[in-house]
């Protein structure tokens, strides 16, 4: 009975097996599919529609040439003789929509027509609604001939829990094969056209699905008789899927969008984010902007770009990016210098405007990121005079305090106005200082102290003065001892924003060297923030000094709920 209901279990799993992962494969491509879309060439779509769609269609193979600035011609006609013998279709493959309407298509031409069209454009400004820019990239297909009652549209896009097929002017639908005959089918009267577009469709999402698109638009889309022919085409991929479909898609190129240029200092910090643990982004949206950007984390940099735009600052914000992860300091410092290598290209009437802003860091050492940051200033720091710049500067989190310090002092020798504050400021409060829309407080000589945001005044600190003349009013006249060898202690009371804060001090003046120890082997630390890398670093720390239990004692993060972390006290985990 035990074999039987052993071997029983294994039939049961050994079937469910392939249907819970088939199961889990749905789910996550509808889950987590439109986490990045992002556009590609009509080229790139077609290619891998070429090389993917299942061949019991009745889809034409899409013949085309892409051209760009360097083609060699010789060469292209060498590889597509197809160029020579038939009429063609010319138009740029840039993310440019209604190109017929602009018109930017020349249909029914030859090949030195179509390659004098394409000479007469290239590299020459464009515009396009309110964005301007250059045509670069051209695609030439054969002219296929037809009828306009020909002509049908489909569209594929993912919304957030579901996907839709446009046909025609239907929507929103379940996809299986007969829904598609019944219901996005029921005006094509023709039985064998019908068929042939059925099952397209049922293949084209198919595909759609099973490699990671977004969305997928044709139009037109003209089914003859026998064949169906993929004439413009729009499409998006999820490009987190890259480490799935690699073998499917190829080496994807993700345009930027029209009137925006691809600029090498994005692919060479593109490429530094790729090589590092670390997260630095950088996209170029108005190389002759005024604002720019060098922002600690992504939901801050977020945070900033919406704020200068609700304070009207949209037209002259040039960048968008960030930096994040605890990048080292020459990480940050070729950050820094290429951002700024940018903003003095051009100069402005006005002068520039750099924002260095963030929230209050949970691992990232400020110190060592402003370290960089520093050293790219004083690299720029006679073309950030030349272009009149000034510079905004809100930071906190790990090492905050030498961070600021090391900032303000590079600031008097800039020769520019640099702006420092820590997290007694608001951290959108300096893009209204650098806007002009609020004005700018009178700067204080405070040292802050550590952890003293989270203290009622945020940036006060007791008065020595008064803390000493406390000492000497409060301090006992009698001194007590005990052959237990009881310490005597005495109070002083601080006042700081009106609490009265206890402070414990040893016996003895209060010049001794005894009364300034402000750590020993037994002292306890409670850390502010899910610092998880300092933690593991204070008990490595405490570990080799063979102090007999860990230091910290408490961690105190009030944006999670609670639950458990591990850490390393010699090789045991606890």
Request: glycine share 6%.
């Given at each position: 009975?035990?074999?039987?209901a052993i071997?029983s279990?294994?039939?049961?799993?050994?079937?469910?097996?392939?249907?819970i992962?088939?199961?889990l494969?749905?789910?996550?491509?509808?889950?987590?599919?439109t986490?990045?879309?992002k556009?590609?060439y009509?080229a790139?779509?077609?290619d891998?529609?070429?090389?993917?769609l299942?061949?019991?269609t009745?889809?034409?193979h899409?013949r085309?040439?892409?051209?760009?600035?360097?083609?060699?011609?010789?060469e292209?006609l060498?590889?597509?003789?197809?160029l020579?013998?038939?009429?063609?279709?010319?138009?740029?493959?840039?993310?440019?929509?209604?190109?017929?309407?602009?018109?930017?298509?020349?249909?029914?031409?030859?090949?030195?027509?179509?390659k004098?069209?394409i000479?007469?454009?290239m590299?020459?400004?464009?515009?396009?609604g309110?964005?301007?820019?250059?045509?670069?990239?051209?695609?030439?297909e054969?002219?296929i001939?037809?009828?306009?009652?020909e002509?049908?549209?489909?569209?594929?896009?993912?919304?957030?829990?579901?996907?839709?097929?446009?046909?025609?002017?239907?929507?929103g639908?379940?996809?299986?094969?007969?829904?598609?005959?019944?219901?996005?089918?029921k005006?094509?009267?023709?039985?064998?056209?019908?068929?042939i577009?059925?099952?397209f469709?049922?293949n084209?999402?198919k595909?759609?699905?099973?490699?990671?698109?977004?969305?997928?638009e044709?139009?037109?889309?003209?089914?003859?008789?026998?064949?169906?022919?993929?004439?413009d085409?729009?499409?998006?991929?999820d490009?987190?899927?890259?480490?799935?479909?690699?073998?499917?898609?190829?080496?994807?190129?993700?345009?930027?969008?029209f009137?925006?240029?691809?600029?090498?200092?994005e692919a060479?910090?593109?490429?530094?984010?790729?090589k590092?643990?670390?997260?630095?982004?950088?996209t170029?949206?108005?190389?002759?902007?005024?604002?720019?950007?060098?922002?600690?984390?992504?939901?801050a940099?977020?945070?900033?770009?919406?704020?200068i735009?609700d304070?009207?600052?949209?037209?002259?914000?040039?960048?968008?990016?960030?930096?994040?992860?605890?990048?080292?300091?020459?990480?940050?410092y070729?950050y820094?210098?290429?951002?700024?290598s940018?903003?003095?290209?051009?100069?402005?009437?006005e002068?520039?405007?750099?924002?260095?802003?963030?929230?209050?860091a949970?691992?990232?050492?400020?110190?060592?990121?402003?370290?960089?940051?520093?050293?790219?200033l004083?690299?720029?720091q006679?073309?950030l005079?030349?272009?009149?710049?000034?510079?905004?500067?809100?930071?906190?989190?790990?090492?905050?305090?030498?961070?600021?310090?090391?900032?303000?002092?590079?600031?008097?020798t800039?020769?520019?106005?640099?702006?420092?504050?820590?997290?007694?400021?608001?951290?959108?409060?300096?893009?209204?200082y650098?806007?002009?829309?609020?004005s700018?407080?009178?700067?204080?000589?405070?040292?802050?102290a550590?952890?003293?945001?989270l203290l009622?005044?945020?940036e006060?600190?007791?008065n020595?003065?008064?803390?000493q003349?406390?000492?000497?009013?409060?301090?006992p006249?009698?001194?007590?001892?005990?052959?237990a060898?009881?310490?005597?202690?005495?109070?002083?009371k601080?006042?700081?924003?009106?609490?009265?804060?206890p402070?414990e001090?040893?016996?003895?003046?209060a010049?001794?060297?005894?009364a300034?120890?402000?750590?020993?082997?037994?002292?306890?630390?409670?850390?502010?923030?899910?610092?998880?890398?300092a933690?593991?670093s204070m008990?490595?720390?405490?570990?080799?000094?063979?102090?007999?239990?860990?230091?910290?004692?408490?961690?105190?993060?009030?944006?999670?709920?609670?639950?458990k972390?591990?850490?390393?006290w010699?090789?045991?985990?606890?």
């Amino acid at each position: 009975m035990a074999d039987c209901a052993i071997a029983s279990v294994i039939r049961c799993s050994a079937e469910l097996f392939p249907l819970i992962r088939n199961l889990l494969q749905i789910f996550l491509k509808l889950k987590f599919r439109t986490m990045s879309a992002k556009a590609i060439y009509e080229a790139t779509g077609k290619d891998i529609i070429n090389r993917n769609l299942s061949g019991n269609t009745a889809a034409a193979h899409c013949r085309f040439a892409s051209v760009g600035p360097d083609t060699n011609y010789a060469e292209l006609l060498a590889k597509n003789p197809w160029l020579t013998t038939t009429k063609l279709v010319v138009k740029p493959d840039q993310l440019i929509k209604r190109r017929g309407k602009l018109g930017l298509i020349l249909v029914n031409k030859d090949f030195d027509t179509v390659k004098q069209w394409i000479d007469d454009r290239m590299n020459k400004n464009q515009k396009v609604g309110e964005a301007m820019g250059k045509l670069r990239n051209f695609i030439i297909e054969p002219f296929i001939p037809h009828k306009e009652n020909e002509e049908f549209y489909v569209c594929i896009y993912s919304s957030r829990n579901a996907d839709s097929i446009l046909f025609y002017h239907q929507g929103g639908v379940d996809i299986d094969f007969d829904t598609i005959s019944k219901v996005l089918l029921k005006e094509v009267k023709d039985a064998n056209k019908k068929s042939i577009v059925g099952t397209f469709i049922y293949n084209l999402y198919k595909l759609y699905v099973d490699l990671y698109f977004t969305y997928l638009e044709i139009n037109p889309l003209v089914v003859t008789d026998k064949e169906i022919f993929i004439l413009d085409l729009a499409a998006k991929l999820d490009s987190t899927a890259d480490f799935i479909c690699r073998p499917q898609w190829g080496n994807i190129e993700y345009p930027p969008p029209f009137g925006r240029d691809a600029y090498p200092e994005e692919a060479y910090i593109a490429d530094l984010d790729s090589k590092s643990g670390a997260s630095l982004k950088l996209t170029i949206l108005n190389k002759s902007g005024r604002i720019w950007t060098m922002v600690a984390g992504g939901g801050a940099s977020v945070i900033y770009s919406d704020t200068i735009c609700d304070l009207g600052g949209a037209k002259e914000l040039a960048n968008y990016g960030e930096y994040s992860g605890a990048p080292s300091e020459q990480q940050t410092y070729e950050y820094a210098k290429t951002i700024l290598s940018l903003m003095t290209q051009e100069k402005h009437p006005e002068g520039k405007i750099l924002i260095t802003g963030g929230g209050i860091a949970n691992f990232t050492n400020v110190a060592a990121t402003f370290k960089g940051i520093i050293t790219a200033l004083v690299e720029f720091q006679s073309r950030l005079v030349e272009h009149k710049i000034s510079i905004f500067v809100r930071r906190a989190g790990p090492n905050y305090q030498e961070g600021l310090r090391r900032m303000r002092e590079v600031g008097k020798t800039l020769g520019i106005p640099l702006y420092v504050f820590g997290p007694e400021t608001h951290m959108t409060a300096i893009c209204g200082y650098a806007l002009g829309t609020r004005s700018i407080p009178k700067e204080n000589n405070v040292e802050f102290a550590t952890a003293n945001f989270l203290l009622p005044s945020g940036e006060k600190q007791p008065n020595k003065e008064c803390l000493q003349a406390s000492n000497k009013e409060l301090r006992p006249s009698d001194k007590k001892s005990s052959a237990a060898g009881e310490q005597c202690v005495r109070q002083a009371k601080v006042i700081q924003s009106k609490i009265e804060v206890p402070i414990e001090m040893p016996q003895g003046d209060a010049t001794d060297s005894s009364a300034k120890t402000m750590f020993t082997n037994q002292t306890k630390a409670i850390v502010w923030g899910m610092q998880t890398r300092a933690i593991q670093s204070m008990l490595d720390f405490d570990f080799v000094c063979s102090r007999t239990e860990p230091s910290v004692v408490a961690v105190i993060y009030p944006f999670v709920g609670d639950h458990k972390q591990k850490y390393y006290w010699g090789h045991k985990k606890f």
